[in-house]
């Protein structure tokens, strides 16, 4: 803390300018921070656009991607910029110093003081019509309430994402911060079937449907995991917790109505490519079946289908699926 602190004291007259953008050194030479105003795009029931950006400037010399926040507010003032996120930067660079390092999908829960009564952060991607003016590969901070943060951990970030991006009417999820918004419905998510099974957090993956006939699990080959010896040896099902596709126009979303699949959609999309928020595979079936379900798909399969796929799967290779009447296909491919 003796670190933090006396970054904390240096913070105040550093500004390169007294007019937006301004630049705070917060380590110096070597961790700084652009603070400018923001506007952000219009969209239903938005009709305070005013936001301030900050984005930090020297954490992949630490190994840690940079990192975005925009905060929604009215209160623009060069000469009095909200400091918590500065505070949080500065957290953000010293643990990245000694290895920890958050990636898209991870999360960060506060302890005894939280961020304007927020406890906690989810990283997701940098909005795309901002990743030519932002650094590569940068990643969107953006505040949770406890229930909110928790909830991550047992669904995935890209479900309570959506949630976000169904209530805001923004897609793929606002990637600001907006004091004024409703806490999510998180009482709601009890029912999950996700909730019954062993789930895997693959930020590594994502589940789309095409033209809807086609459910496709793409990996990159990067993925390193060990899974328990015999987590795979019998018919228990197993939830893959993805991130959202980069090609996809619309993500489905929690729907509050049992068997209604909802899912939001860039303007004046068709929803070819739909991005999935779990893929639940499940076992020992009569036939190989698939359909939708909740947020996301399930794959039923026989015995012999599902020792073929985990084999694809341990042995990196592409494995297709035909399934039985009028179901979707499904593919497994490598990137």
Known sequence: MKFINKLLSKLKGKATNDHFPITIEVVPNQLSVIVDEHQIPKSMGNSNLNALSYLSKGLTSVGQQELFFVLKTNQIDVSNIPQDPLFFLAQVYQLAQQGRIVKEGDITQFGSKDMWGWKGIVYA???????????????????????????????????????????????????????????????????????????????????????????????????????????LSGPVPI???????????????????????????????????????????????????????EDGFALLLTKEAWEAFWMAFEKQEVYHLKTAGENLDFSLIWE
């Open 125 to 231: 991607p940098a909005p795309l019509h901002l990743q030519s003016k932002l650094p590569p590969n940068c990643l969107s901070m953006i505040l949770l309430t406890l229930e909110e943060v928790q909830t991550v951990q047992d669904f995935g970030a890209l479900r309570i994402l959506s949630m976000l991006g169904k209530q805001a009417r923004y897609y793929p999820f606002p990637y600001w911060t907006d004091h004024h918004r409703e806490n999510l419905l998180i009482k709601e998510l009890q029912d999950s079937l996700l909730l019954r099974v062993n789930r895997v957090n693959l930020r590594e993956a994502t589940v789309t449907m095409l033209n809807n006939n086609h459910i496709y699990l793409k990996i990159s080959t990067s993925l390193k995991i060990d899974f328990p010896p015999d987590a």
């Open 239 to 293: 939830g893959i917790l993805p991130s959202l596709a980069a090609e996809a126009d619309a993500c489905l979303t929690w729907s509050f109505a049992p068997n209604t699949p909802e899912a939001i959609t860039l303007p004046n999309s068709n929803g070819t490519v739909i991005s999935g928020c779990m893929l639940v595979l499940i076992g020992e079936q009569s036939e190989n079946s698939s359909r939708m379900l």
